[in-house]
């Protein structure tokens, strides 16, 4: 059934990492069953009774439940339904193909730009966001549930006749080639140098024992876009855990993803080109378990909050988790701490480009088995 009435949005987000500028926007879920109206001070104290308590914020059965919905409810006015950590169901209307007006800058008529919401994306709220999100929007129906949904909102091409929509970043791209060329020449570089083998030899020696057989990258951003340095590091050494992989396994066929919304289609050119899957979220906490390697740097979301609650990778390469809270977009929390107590932490190397980067290695070989509610305990 079509519905053509739009509710509107409840914020309009820019995804911006110096690459892109991707327009998003939050939309409003609602409680199936409205519940007693609770005050801010009730909702902070039960959000952190529920952490304490050991309740899981993310769970591969809710992603994998919002992500099968998300494959199949498309149409305008299709109800996607989470279910929030008391239990309550939310339904989120699904709004791809509706019109909505933007202003892009100052208000005058030249910035009133036609879009339209397009694909569907997830937001993940950690404990302190949701606590955050009080304090901007009050006590929402939404209050308990980490899982929200958002929209990729696109320029409609004013000359379309048939509404099609003008890409984010188009003019920005690199070609494929121009992309492969500059990469290639970045990884042997990177390859040749002293700190990748040092990252080899953690790897021989620290992990020879664990069965691995997948490589996950969050968050690298993309090699096609301008300002690609960090996404080409990331990149490498993600390629470089596939070809060290290779080796110890005497075998081609190694599952290797790269998740990032920012990614180009170019992007997924190249990623295929060097053995890697360009994946759309929420795949990627899917896939991730504990025979994987994962590489996230600096992410938009809060990857060490989501892999805690949901998995144990063999090895994790991220942001080194200091003793105590920090708050960001990924922020280093008490689960967090408790998952890095089964990890062993080696240091990157002094280049200024890792400084802030640590591998963690998994104490134990075998793979630690989750509890039934798919959390695990050290
Ligand atoms: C601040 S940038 C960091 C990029 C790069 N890792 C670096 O070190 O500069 C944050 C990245 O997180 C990505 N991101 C946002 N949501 C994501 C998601 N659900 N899954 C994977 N990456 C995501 C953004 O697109 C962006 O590329």
Redesign the pocket.
Known sequence: MGDDTDEGYESIVS?T?G?SCTTWAGIQGTLADPREKESKEEVIAKIDALYESGVPFFTKRAIRALSDQLKTKTTPGDKIVTEDLTGASIEWKVKIGKSIELIFGEDCPENRKECVYSEAG?GYRSRSMLKQSLDWYGVEDTAYEPLSLTYRICRLDPNSKTRETIPDDLENIKDRETVTKDFQEKFQVWEESETCAHFKSILSSEVSGHEINKIVG????SLALPNNE??TN?TAVLVSVRNWLKEREKKDDISCYI????NTSVDREVLTDIGFEMID?PR?WLEIDERSVVLS?????PVKEIIADTARPAVVIWNRVPDEDTDSTDPDTARVREMMAGYKLHEFGDEERWADVAIYTRESKVAPVPRADGMFQN
């Not at 969050?218 to 951003?221: E, H, M, R, Y």
């Not at 998740?259 to 920012?262: I, L």
């Not at 740097?297 to 979301?301: E, I, K």
């Open positions: 995804s990492s690459q997830v969050l968050a690298c951003g960090q996404a990331q998740q990032d919304p920012m979220d990627g740097v600096a992410p938009n979301v």
